[in-house]
């Protein structure tokens, strides 16, 4: 009999590739823009942004404080476009591994910490509906590794730990995650996670 029923995605690293935010600061819109300064900046307050406790203009404002630099409201604009895009370029082989679960009778959920216009855009996507249940951090006003965002996935899912994989791209995910008796597989490639299932005996 197989023990995992449902298997748990991160988002980004995971289901998408890797985000490279340097590649925001080459927009032509956003003049005057280093990359590595802009990474570094980008980096300084996500969290809170991620959880929801302050809205985009506040955290780009914050970026932009850090490169002492006032942005427009239009830059605004082209900084939270161009996040979403580097957020967005898709592991096809992850997607097609997620529909294939989902066919063979193995429930779906994805926990993540993502802000709230990245949220919006990825509800917007067709392979949304593979998902049982998401929890983005932004909406519960948590964030990964809270314990209570990983109790909030299986209460959705109507799970128990034990019955669950999740897949992260970080240590102290997995490891917060199994504290609740959740198996993990810690990501760093499609043909290794591949290998973990087997094991598992997901199809």
Known sequence: ??????????????????????????????????????????????????????????????????????????????LVAGDIAVWSILNADMLEWVSHLKKNGITIGLISNMPLELTLSIRKELWIADFDHCTFSCEIGLVKPHR?????????????????????????????????GIHGHLFTNYDNLMKSAKELNLP
């Open 1 to 78: 009999m197989r023990m995992i029923k449902a298997v748990l995605f991160d988002y980004g690293n995971v289901l998408s590739h890797p985000g490279e935010p340097g590649r925001i600061a080459e927009n032509p819109n956003l003049k005057n823009l280093e990359a590595n300064s802009f990474c570094n900046a980008y980096w300084h307050g996500r969290e809170d942004y991620d959880r929801g406790s302050v809205d985009a203009a506040h955290y780009w404002s914050q970026v932009g404080r850090k490169l002492e630099r006032n942005f427009s409201t239009m830059e605004v604009e082209h």
């Open 148 to 180: 209570s965002i990983y109790e909030h996935s299986l209460s959705n899912l109507g799970l128990k730990g034990t019955e669950s994989l999740f897949i992260d791209d970080r240590k102290e995910n997995i490891d917060a995650a199994a504290e609740l």
